[in-house]
C-alpha cells in the first residue's frame, strides 16, 4: 500500500469512526466499533471509539444496581458485574446503534457486539449472553426494540433453566403483608409474591397492580411488555409475580417485564 493511500485510509477511519454492516438479524446499522476500557456495572461500560471516551448503555436489558446513589447494592449485581467484565473488558467492540442513540444521562446506547475472533460467527450481543446467564431482566424502551426476540427468547431459556436470579422463583414465596413488613430487608432482592389482584390503577406511563394489601403492587410499565396480557385481565385472579423488590412512593413494588415473571389463575 503506498504512503498516500495508507494516510487516507486511516484518517477516514478517524475522522468517522462509523460504518455500515449488517449483523445476522438486523438490517443495515449504524455501527462504531471501539475497544472496552471499564466496566462499571451489569450493563454499563466505558468504551474507546472514534478517538474519544463514551460511558455506553446497553440496550433492552436491566442488571442488579450496585451504586445507585438510592438504592443499596441489589443482589446479583456483583455477579453481574463481573460476568460482563469477563466478557467484555479489553476486547474489540461494535456498538449497533437504534433508533435512540443517547439516554437522559447522555449516555450512548447500543448493542454491544463482542468480538470474539475472526468474522461474524464470533461476535456476541453482550445483553443476550447476560440474560442467558440470568442476570438481567427484560427492560425494552421504543424505539430500541431490534433485539427484543434474541433477550425475550435468553430470558425464557435462563428461566427454564433456573439460572442466575431465576434459582429463586419457587423458592421464596412471599405475601403482599410479608414484603411490607420486611421491606427494609428484601428491597433489591428477588422473591416470589402470591397475591389475588383486587384493582388495577392506570396511569400515563404504567400500571400499578393492587392485591391483598395496599402496601405492595405489580408495576407493568407502557407500552405493555412483549407476551405479558394487558393489565385489565388480571383482575379477579390469582397472580404469582416474581422479580425484585423496590420500595415505592406507596409501598414495595415488583416491576414485570417478562412473561416469565408471571402466573396467572383463573377465577374461583
Known amino acids: 500500500m503506498s504512503m498516500r493511500r495508507f494516510l487516507i485510509v486511516a484518517l477516514t477511519r478517524t475522522l468517522l469512526g462509523v460504518f455500515f454492516f449488517g449483523f445476522a438479524g438486523s438490517a443495515s446499522a449504524q455501527i462504531l466499533e471501539g475497544r472496552i476500557l471499564d466496566v462499571?456495572?451489569?450493563?454499563?461500560?466505558?468504551?474507546q471509539t472514534s478517538g474519544r471516551r463514551e460511558t455506553v448503555r446497553y440496550l433492552l436489558i436491566d442488571t442488579p444496581e450496585t451504586h445507585h446513589p438510592h438504592r443499596p447494592l441489589e443482589e446479583f449485581g456483583n455477579d453481574a458485574h463481573e460476568k460482563n467484565k469477563s466478557l467484555v473488558l479489553g476486547r474489540r467492540i461494535f456498538l449497533e446503534l437504534d433508533g435512540q442513540h443517547r439516554d437522559r444521562y447522555?449516555?450512548?446506547l447500543a448493542h454491544v457486539w463482542v468480538d470474539l475472533g475472526s468474522g461474524d460467527a464470533q461476535r456476541i450481543l453482550a445483553s443476550e449472553w447476560l440474560a442467558r446467564q440470568g442476570l438481567c431482566l427484560p427492560m425494552i424502551i421504543p424505539p430500541n426494540t431490534r433485539y427484543v426476540d434474541k433477550i425475550l427468547e435468553a430470558t425464557r431459556e435462563a428461566a427454564t433453566q433456573k439460572?442466575?436470579?431465576?434459582?429463586?422463583?419457587?423458592?421464596?414465596?412471599?405475601?403482599?403483608?410479608?414484603?411490607?413488613?420486611?421491606?427494609?430487608?428484601?428491597?433489591?432482592?428477588?422473591?416470589?409474591?402470591?397475591?389475588?389482584?383486587?384493582?388495577?390503577?392506570?396511569?400515563?406511563?404504567?400500571?400499578?397492580?393492587?392485591?391483598?394489601?395496599?402496601?405492595f403492587c405489580g408495576v407493568v410499565y407502557k407500552p405493555i411488555p412483549q407476551?405479558?396480557?394487558?393489565?385489565?385481565?388480571?383482575?379477579?385472579?390469582?397472580?404469582?409475580?416474581?422479580?425484585k423488590i423496590q420500595a415505592g412512593f406507596g409501598g414495595a413494588e415488583l416491576l414485570l417485564s417478562a412473561p416469565e415473571q408471571l402466573c396467572l389463575e383463573p377465577p374461583r
Open 227 to 243: 407476551g405479558l396480557p394487558h393489565p385489565s385481565e388480571f383482575v379477579g385472579k390469582v397472580a404469582t409475580l416474581f422479580g
Open 40 to 47: 462499571l456495572d451489569g450493563d454499563t461500560v466505558v468504551v
Open 106 to 108: 447522555n449516555r450512548l
Open 163 to 215: 439460572r442466575g436470579i431465576w434459582q429463586f422463583q419457587a423458592k421464596r414465596l412471599f405475601t403482599p403483608r410479608q414484603v411490607w413488613n420486611e421491606l427494609p430487608q428484601l428491597a433489591g432482592n428477588f422473591v416470589t409474591v402470591r397475591t389475588r389482584i383486587v384493582e388495577v390503577k392506570e396511569s400515563a406511563k404504567r400500571f400499578l397492580l393492587y392485591g391483598d394489601s395496599p402496601s
